[in-house]
């Protein structure tokens, strides 16, 4: 799967998704002539998990496409 990584140090924006509108939405938010860097990698759902993993607990954001079931 696709990955994006949208970083905009002015704004302490590092953010990682595999949802293209969230770039989109990113995007939106950078003011006018202020440059972002995104970066597009493919990776295994197993990577992307691993990725999830250690942003957690390096308190980074993080958008996944899923939400866990939680117990009724």
Do not use: A, C
């Amino acid at each position: 799967m696709k990955t994006f990584r949208i970083e905009h140090p002015p704004t302490q924006t590092d953010y990682m998704t595999t949802d293209f509108m969230d770039v989109w939405n990113e995007l939106e938010k950078v003011p006018d002539g202020e440059g972002v860097t995104i970066t597009v990698q493919e990776m295994t759902s197993k990577e992307f998990e691993d990725v999830v993993r250690e942003r957690g607990l390096l308190k980074l954001s993080i958008s996944t496409p899923w939400k866990k079931d939680e117990p009724d």
